[in-house]
């Protein structure tokens, strides 16, 4: 059965940091791409970012892009999102993801880890 | 970047009817999208890939046309389950991808 945990979120002051996990397990990590997507309150989904399963390709929304960072270790089953500079907007419900086949949308989500950016 | 724009925002239909729910992108994404349900309290779940695909498990009154830039979410003979928001999103560039605002499918 495939199965993706976020962990790490957290109450957060503006500015700060903080480091998402995704431990998966279930199929083949090291074959597939990730991606994390994020939901904030009252509004609809927003793709984050996407990884490849080589980690050579990486890309970010514009709304993210210099502040958050994506890896991945393959040995370890596990993704990553670095957040650094955070804002009171980047306060949502962050959900790990799975590629479908070649990248053909998520057929996989963990439950989300709740990141709250707030004096 | 490619903007998906949904509509309605809300639409209101009655058990057993259908529903036909729109998503349009701002350039043509070829067959590169996908249709999700998400319930309150839930991740989403893969509805639709490749515009037309039902994902497995997904019933047959969930049916997916389009192409280009005008797609279309049609559900026959809506059940009581069926009640949530659904998102269309596009993969034409990966993994840049991009998600419409949603529509929400409420009881009429």
């Known amino acids: 059965e495939v199965q993706l945990v976020e962990s790490g979120g957290g109450l957060v002051q503006p500015g700060r940091s903080l480091r998402l996990s995704c431990a998966a397990s279930g199929f083949t990590f090291e074959n597939y791409g990730m991606h994390w997507v994020r939901r904030a309150p009252g509004k609809g989904l927003e793709w984050v970012s996407g990884i490849s399963w080589d980690s050579r390709t990486i890309k970010y929304a514009d709304s993210v892009k210099g502040r958050f960072t994506t890896s991945r270790d393959n040995g370890e089953n596990s993704l990553y999102l670095q957040m650094n500079s955070l804002r009171a907007e980047d306060t949502a419900l962050y959900y790990c993801t799975k590629d479908f086949a070649s990248g053909m949308g998520f057929d996989y989500w963990g439950p989300g880890a709740l990141v709250t950016v707030s004096s | 970047e490619i903007v998906m724009t949904q509509s309605p925002a809300t639409l209101s239909v009655s058990p057993g009817e259908r529903a036909t729910l729109s998503c349009r992108a701002s350039q043509s994404v070829s067959s590169n999208l996908a249709w999700y349900q998400q319930k309150l309290g839930q991740a989403p779940r893969l509805l639709i890939y490749?515009?037309?695909t039902r994902a497995t498990g997904i019933p047959v009154r969930f049916t997916g046309s389009g192409s280009g830039t005008e797609f279309t979410l049609t559900i026959s003979s809506l059940q009581s389950e069926d009640f949530a928001v659904y998102y269309c999103q596009q993969y034409n560039n990966w993994p840049s991808y991009t998600f419409g605002q949603g529509t929400k499918l409420e009881i009429k």
């Open positions: 490749g515009a037309s």
